[in-house]
């Protein structure tokens, strides 16, 4: 989200004006890329909050995977898990219409109050995750 609300505080939502790609290309920032409008930083922002997306969908995978082989003792955190990635794919889907759609406020609205619901699901599976792993233990507490 940080990288998102940065793209759009300087303005370079539509910096990469393709999508997946980035005119075009996966890396732009080789060869003779013209960028009418847009700074090479706007650019590299946009293109690296796309990179960094991805990178936050395979952790995402990653998740789900260890929930499933080492807290069997804890479906609803695989559950919670596998609604996080399918979150994660409207969200690139989101992302892509933003891009596609000319920034239309609906789509860019969607794409961050479902951004907001993904950070409310990891933040309730690590929670769940510390609660399984003995991490508050009321037992414990002093009277």
């Known amino acids: 989200m940080l990288m998102g609300g940065y793209v759009k505080a300087i303005g370079a939502g539509l910096s990469c004006p393709d ?12 060869g003779s890329v013209e960028t009418p409008g847009y700074t090479p930083w706007q650019v590299f922002a946009e293109w690296f909050h796309r990179l960094w997306a991805s990178f ?36 690139v889907l989101l992302g892509g219409l933003t891009v596609i759609g000319d920034l239309n406020e609906f789509i860019v609205v969607a794409h961050l109050a479902n951004a907001i619901l993904i950070i409310m699901l990891e933040m309730t599976i ?18």
């Not at 999508?19 to 080789?30: D, Q, V």
């Not at 995977?65 to 794919?89: E, M, N, T």
């Not at 690590?126 to 009277?143: C, D, M, R």
């Open 56 to 91: 936050v969908g395979f952790v995402l995978l990653g998740i789900v995977y260890q929930a499933r082989k080492y807290r069997q003792d804890a479906p609803l955190l695989f559950s919670l898990g596998v609604i996080c990635v399918a979150l994660f794919g409207v969200q």
């Open 126 to 143: 690590a929670f769940i995750s510390f609660i399984y792993s003995g991490g508050l233990n009321l037992k414990n507490l002093p009277e």
């Open 19 to 30: 999508w997946p790609l980035c005119y075009g290309k996966f890396f732009p920032f080789f």
